[in-house]
Every structure is written in C-alpha cells, then in structure tokens.
Nanobody
Framework: QVQLVESGGGLVQAGGSLRLSCAASGRTFRSYAMGWFRQAAGKEREGVSCISSSDGSTYYADSVKGRFTISSDNAKNTVYLQMNSLKPEDTAVYYC??????????????????WGQGTQVTVSS
C-alpha cells in the first residue's frame, strides 16, 4: 500500500511559479513510476508529467513542455513538480499518482495504482 500526499498548491498570478510536492509512504518508492495529473472544472483528468522508476526518464504533456519540470528525491520519498510561467489555463486540481513498474502509456489514468487527494492550483490573469 502506498499513500500519497500532495502539497504546494495555491493562488498565483499568470507568469508566476509554484512547486508541488508529493510525499509517498512505503519502502518501495523507487519501484513506482510517479505521475502528475490535473483536472480542471468540468473537464476530464489529464496527464501532466511522469518520471520513470527505472531510469528517471521524464515525460510531459505538450501543453506544459518547457514550463514544468518533474523531479524526485528518493531519500525523501518525494516527487516534485516545478511549474513556471503559469497560465490561467493551468488552473486545476493537481493529483499525484503512483504506478508499480513502468507505464505503457504514462498519461493513462487507469494505469496508476495509487492517487493522492489533490491540491488546488489557481492562476489568475
């Protein structure tokens, strides 16, 4: 069992930055691919980024490439999402997710085994 707790959300002006954190419980953190997803009001949950458990490869949605950076600290069992140059369309609840092993399709929500409770990110124009 893995428990995920997100933090770091908030209200920021367009062009600003936020760093989300996802703290994971359990001793097998390194065995999990970690993903960030978001869900805006009235929209489906979508993949934002993922970091591989095997070699640290990273993946990003086209809409956030060049602005967001995913990273992990295995010693702290924590994955981060650094979000720069934020836009109003980035407003959403952001979720952390964990998948044992490697995802076939990192942005497919059904591949992930565990989810956090989400943290709200609001970007004002």
């Amino acid at each position: 069992q893995v428990q995920l707790v997100e933090s770091g959300g908030g209200l920021v002006q367009a062009g600003g930055s936020l760093r989300l954190s996802c703290a994971a419980s359990g001793r097998t953190f390194r065995s999990y691919a970690m993903g960030w997803f978001r869900q805006a009001a009235g929209k489906e949950r979508e993949g934002v980024s993922c970091i591989s458990s095997s070699d640290g490869s990273t993946y990003y949605a086209d809409s956030v490439k060049g602005r967001f950076t995913i990273s992990s600290d295995n010693a702290k069992n924590t994955v981060y999402l650094q979000m720069n140059s934020l836009k109003p369309e980035d407003t959403a609840v952001y979720y952390c997710a964990a998948e044992l092993g490697e995802p076939l399709n990192w942005s497919n929500i059904y591949e992930y085994d565990y989810w956090g409770q989400g943290t709200q990110v609001t970007v004002s124009s």
